[in-house]
């Protein structure tokens, strides 16, 4: 667009009686270049959120295609991943950057680590559900969901 911008100028020049003719032509023609630029750019990052959710909410699935087993938890799939990231755009073999996963390489995950709800059941919750709110400056209040009985 830039180009047809510069050659309806110069096509501007030879023809126009008037130099303001040739600025009007020109810089219409730079300004609906630079929209067309944005409109493109906005479109590309839209699709490209679009590849990036539509590849997170199938990651599982791609792993079963490559013949790989899905990680325990979310430390050893972001290694998993970056592994599989250097292989495909820097040639190095998953062998030599971090795959299979060691644990004395990584450190642990803070707190309870996140296990797939279809690998690794979760424990059983200990007792009734309960919720505990707290203002400032008043008592503690506790509420404890009580299991219906059946008399």
């Not at 180009?3 to 730079?30: E, K, Q, R």
């Amino acid at each position: 667009m830039t180009v047809l911008a510069l050659g309806g100028g110069l096509y501007l020049v030879s023809t126009a009686p008037s130099a303001w003719v040739f600025l009007l032509g020109v810089t219409g023609c730079l300004l609906g270049a630079r929209l067309s630029y944005l409109a493109a750019v906005s479109q590309a990052v839209s699709y490209g959120s679009l590849i990036r959710v539509a590849f997170d909410l199938h990651r599982q699935d791609v792993l079963k295609q490559m013949h790989i087993a899905p990680p325990d938890n979310l430390v050893e799939e972001r290694v998993l991943w970056d592994a599989l990231n250097q292989w495909v755009y820097r040639f190095i073999p998953p062998a030599e950057s971090g795959w299979p996963f060691n644990p004395q390489t990584y450190p642990a995950p803070t707190g309870d680590p996140f296990y797939f709800d279809f690998h690794r059941p979760l424990a059983a919750a200990a007792g009734p559900p309960e919720m505990i709110i707290t203002v400032q400056g008043s008592p503690t209040l506790t509420l404890r969901q009580e299991e219906a009985s059946h008399a």
